[in-house]
């Protein structure tokens, strides 16, 4: 490999890379090829379900070569999907939007975990399930324990 020239991070829909913004621009001026990132893109994505933003960290060599690495979508995204809401409230302490019960929690943060090995090291599943509960406190979102309501 040459010398490394760039890193750049972009968020690109799983499965619709394409020479168009924000993939073209962001390779295009650093003179990579915007097809085989495409290809490779698509491929490497094809598993998760279609328009699910990606995370995607990009290296670019000087003799206009990269690799990237793909990313699972943040953790935000999962939870805003799992509430069904667009986007969060925009004063949290007074406004609720949505609710989750603690197994969305849960389910979310063992799937964050599986794509994301260095949680594993850093976070127990009840540790990174609490940091979940504060984002979804910092968005409006209610957490709640069906077994507290019966």
Do not use: W
């Amino acid at each position: 490999m040459s010398k490394l020239a760039s890193r750049f991070r972009l968020v690109v829909p799983a499965g619709k890379a394409t020479p168009q913004p924000p993939v073209g621009s962001a390779l295009g001026q650093r003179g990579l090829n915007l097809m085989n990132f495409c290809k490779a893109f698509n491929d490497q994505t094809a598993q998760f379900i279609q328009g699910t933003p990606m995370r995607v960290y990009v290296s670019a060599y000087a003799d206009r070569t990269f690799t990237f690495t793909v990313s699972p979508p943040s953790s935000t995204y999962f939870l805003l999907r799992a509430a069904g809401l667009e986007k969060g409230s925009s004063s949290p302490g007074q406004q609720q939007v949505g609710k989750l019960s603690v197994k969305h929690i849960y389910e979310i943060a063992k799937m964050k975990r599986q794509y994301e090995p260095y949680l594993e090291q850093k976070f127990t599943l009840e540790q990174f399930s609490h940091c979940l509960v504060g984002s979804c406190k910092s968005m409006g979102i209610t957490v709640f324990n069906p077994r507290d309501d019966k």
